[in-house]
């Protein structure tokens, strides 16, 4: 065995042995997206966390180039997917959980206000009584403070809406899954505007992450590579993100952000992609039904109001 393969085996010994996950990006540069696969290197038991499928307006095609990614590299590394987790239903990019879960296993799971989410888009896109709107598209519905496990990983669920309804983070180990409730220091936090959001419960959200342990990592769904960086990053700590964050840093009060917060997200196109994620993601990943002809179609909304 070469030094460096030695090195990579005594860091997963001590990983195991201290209830670490080992993690693993993916970046997905359409839709600006971080996918992670999280696994216990003592039993090789893994989740995904908001996985990617690659989808073209334009076309309507969807393929598979980003979560074929994820399955090469959990294939090389022999690992048994247990979850596939969704920290909301995603308005930027399509969930690829159904198909990962074909290829791989596992069980598709959100918050459980997922059908605050699906009440509200169902009436929207006019989704009809074969839409039902209680969560049953997803094999698990977590509630604040829930726990599970991925092999001897212990992971705790957090409630933390404000951007949606519906948002939760994971905490896993010295690790926290943040979804979209806040990103690197120098970008800031999640809009509100989005029905079921709001700026206020967003800034309690958020600082009950930073009242986590300064060391905690903390994880973004997104990067968007303000200016003055050079390279897209997604890692940071709950110290990096008090000290430092635009947004919401320390001496930053409720009043102070929601003022912020608000103005800004009134200046702020829709994402790109809204219409076909929210349709697709409040479904947990699958497509609408057929319709008679045998084709599938997403619904745009013209003057809705």
């Given at each position: 065995m070469t030094d460096l393969a030695l090195t990579k085996a005594s860091a997963q010994v001590v990983a195991a042995q201290a209830g670490i996950p080992l993690i693993k990006a993916f970046f997905d540069l359409p839709t600006n997206t971080v996918s992670y696969v999280v696994h216990d290197t003592a039993t090789s038991r893994a989740a995904i966390i908001d996985s990617v499928l690659d989808f073209d307006p334009a076309s309507g095609r969807t393929t598979y180039t980003s979560a074929d990614a994820i399955i090469a590299y959990v294939?090389?590394?022999?690992?048994?997917?247990?979850?596939?987790?969704?920290?909301?239903?995603?308005?930027?990019?399509?969930?690829?959980?159904?198909?990962?879960?074909?290829?791989?296993?596992?069980?598709?799971?959100?918050?459980?206000?997922?059908?605050?989410?699906?009440?509200?888009f169902g009436k929207l896109f006019n989704a009809g009584s074969e839409f039902v709107r209680d969560g049953s598209d997803f094999d698990q519905l977590w509630n604040d403070g829930d726990h599970f496990k991925i092999g001897n990983l212990e992971v705790t669920v957090l409630h933390v809406p404000g951007h949606t309804p519906a948002c939760i983070a994971y905490v896993i180990g010295d690790a926290v899954f943040v979804g979209d409730t806040m990103f690197m220091p120098d970008y800031g936090t999640a809009r509100a505007d989005f029905p079921g959001g709001d700026a206020r419960t967003l800034y309690r959200s958020a600082r009950r992450l930073l009242s986590l342990p300064p060391e905690t990592r903390l994880f973004m769904c997104h990067d968007y590579l303000p200016?003055?960086?050079?390279?897209?990053?997604?890692?940071?700590?709950?110290?990096?993100?008090?000290?430092?964050?635009?947004h919401i840093h320390d001496g930053k009060t409720e009043d102070?952000?929601?003022?912020?917060?608000?103005?800004?997200?009134?200046t702020l196109p829709m994402p790109r992609l809204i219409m076909p994620s929210v349709q697709v993601n409040m479904r947990a990943g699958h497509m609408p039904a057929a319709e008679d002809n045998g084709v599938t179609y997403l619904k745009i909304p013209v003057n809705a109001v």
């Open positions: 294939g090389e590394h022999a690992l048994t997917i247990d979850w596939l987790l969704e920290t909301h239903a995603h308005a930027d990019h399509l969930s690829a959980a159904p198909y990962l879960q074909q290829k791989l296993g596992g069980k598709i799971a959100i918050g459980a206000h997922i059908t605050s989410v699906q009440q509200v200016a003055g960086r050079d390279d897209y990053v997604w890692e940071s700590t709950v110290e990096a993100e008090r000290k430092a964050n635009v102070e952000f929601v003022t912020m917060r608000e103005a800004r997200d009134a």
